[in-house]
């Protein structure tokens, strides 16, 4: 049985699908029994969102997009001729 | 309906069924994604193979059909990266020509996204080293091991920032703006930013963001663990030293 402390630096992985399949079900065991933990979890969770949604990235400007439209249509091979 | 189903013909609770629930509907499985010519099942293999390519601007693989999927998203990454528009404009155009001049020679066009990001990341790493900034590979296992053990929530349960709130957690969460979470992140080192990038906001899985950033995986997992530390700290301080939350101890948040 892993303790608190191993379950909060293994719930960022959890998170992210990431931990391998004992130490995901150790983690998961303990947050069966461990309310603290799960109430960590889920301020993880929200966190995690909070990035998602507030440092999300900037769409790209119109003249950036315009720019490169032109050097992809510069270089794109003219298609070959219909057979 | 007596008659025997063929694939496409009767739907069991269709139109003039009573049945409520919807009905599942076995077709057959077909690989061509929806708004391209599909072939009809007559037409056999060899001729399937003879229709001509659909039009160049649609060409499916092509490397400006990739740019136009990934290019928004291969943009902000560069944005993240470099921390200015100007110097995203740039990494972007670079990344784009480099990988225009490769793109004849990648042989797993699914992995294209992964590989414009690796691109972008070796560029940056390269442009760093060129101006003589520090470049975000010293070692770093030595370095701030402090964070590590920080914890966000439990610190907001011991110093109670409000103490009228019973959902203290998330009330803290609820005081960041997009430019305080952009500034907490962005004071984040790039070693332990760049992982956090990859995988919370452009969705890679942990192996793909190790691969782009040409490390082995568990030192991705490593700084992911403590790039979330830095991120749950940086948070705290931030709160601490804009006033957003009145700190017993301040001397948590130096």
């Given at each position: ?83 | ?118 691109i972008a990341t070796n560029l940056w790493r390269d442009l760093c080293r060129a101006r003589g900034r520090e470049v975000a590979t010293t070692p770093l296992d030595a370095l701030e091991a402090d964070d590590d053990d920080f914890s966000l929530y439990q610190t907001i349960a011991i110093e109670d ?94």
């Amino acid at each position: 049985m892993i303790d608190c402390r191993e379950a909060v630096r293994r719930m960022w992985l959890y998170l992210e699908a990431a931990l391998d399949g004992p130490h995901n079900d150790e983690l998961e065991q303990h947050l069966d029994t461990c309310t603290r933990c799960c109430g960590e979890l889920e301020f993880s969770r929200r966190l995690r969102e909070l990035v998602v949604d507030r440092a999300a990235t900037p769409a790209m400007p119109p003249e950036v997009r315009q720019r490169i439209e032109l050097l992809l249509t510069a270089a794109e091979p003219e298609p070959e001729a219909g057979r | 309906m007596g008659e025997d189903a063929g694939p496409n013909d009767v739907i069991p609770g269709g139109p003039d069924g009573n049945n409520s629930v919807p009905a599942i509907v076995f077709k057959p499985q077909s690989a061509t994604p929806p708004g391209r010519r599909e072939p009809t099942p007559e037409v056999d293999v060899l001729d399937a193979e003879l229709a001509p390519p659909p039009p160049s601007d649609a060409t499916p693989g092509s490397f400006a059909a990739v740019v136009r999927e990934h290019g928004d998203r291969l943009y902000g990454f560069c944005v993240r990266l470099a921390g200015n528009s100007a110097d995203a404009e740039d990494l972007l155009q670079e990344t784009l020509l480099r990988g225009m001049r490769a793109w004849p020679e990648v042989r797993d066009r699914d992995r294209a996204k992964p590989w414009l990001f690796s691109i972008a990341t070796n560029l940056w790493r390269d442009l760093c080293r060129a101006r003589g900034r520090e470049v975000a590979t010293t070692p770093l296992d030595a370095l701030e091991a402090d964070d590590d053990d920080f914890s966000l929530y439990q610190t907001i349960a011991i110093e109670d920032p409000f103490p009228y709130s019973d959902e203290l957690h998330m009330d803290f969460l609820r005081l960041f703006g997009d430019e305080d979470v952009q500034a907490i992140f962005g004071s984040i080192p790039a070693a332990f930013r760049e992982p956090l990038i990859l995988t919370v906001i452009h969705g890679f899985s942990c192996k793909e963001a190790a691969v782009i950033l040409d490390v082995p995986l568990g030192t991705l997992l490593s700084r992911l663990h403590r790039g979330r530390k830095k991120l749950e700290r940086g948070l705290w301080k931030y709160a601490v030293a804009n006033g957003l939350v009145s700190a017993i101890d301040e001397e948590d948040a130096r």
